[in-house]
Every structure is written in structure tokens, then in C-alpha cells.
């Protein structure tokens, strides 16, 4: 799908957290997904909070949103690489 059709395909966002790194940086992000439930991109939180839903060009407000699930770290990082961006 092209970014504008993943975009306005988005229907709600998982909210997805794992402990911090080694390094104390959080490992958060929000697992965006279409209407029928298909993951579309994970987009990393970081620092960012909701805002990172916006620099990837979702509109936080229009968006469902779940309540942080907590996930071991190896879980994140598979779906970070699965997909994100």
C-alpha cells in the first residue's frame, strides 16, 4: 500500500510497551492497524508520546486507542521489524 492509503486505511492503535533499554531508553511504540484489524505500521514512540503518531503522519485524534499493553523486549522488536517503516 502506498503511504496516503495506509494512512487513511488506519482505524485504531495498539499501544505497545517493553521495559527500557540497557541504556534507560524506552522502548514503546503504537502498532497502527486497518478497519478489518490489519497491522498497516508500527511507528516508534521514543520520546515523542501521541506526537509520534503525527511525524508519521496519522491523525492521533482521529485514531482508536488501546491502553499500553506491556510486551517482553524480543516481542517489540519483532513487531518494530516486522512493521515498522
Do not use: C
Not at 503511504?3 to 521495559?19: K, L
Not at 514512540?45 to 499500553?68: C, H, I, M, N, V
Amino acid at each position: 500500500m502506498a503511504t496516503q492509503e495506509v494512512q487513511q486505511a488506519a482505524q485504531f492503535a495498539v499501544y505497545i510497551a517493553a521495559d527500557n533499554d540497557i541504556n534507560g531508553n524506552p522502548r514503546r511504540g503504537w502498532l497502527v492497524h486497518s478497519s478489518l484489524g490489519i497491522p498497516v505500521r508500527f511507528v516508534d514512540e521514543g520520546y515523542a508520546g501521541r506526537q509520534a503518531l503525527r511525524e508519521a503522519g496519522f491523525d492521533p485524534d482521529s485514531l482508536l486507542a488501546t491502553d499500553k499493553i506491556k510486551v517482553p523486549a524480543r516481542e517489540y522488536r519483532r513487531l518494530r521489524k516486522e512493521h515498522g517503516k
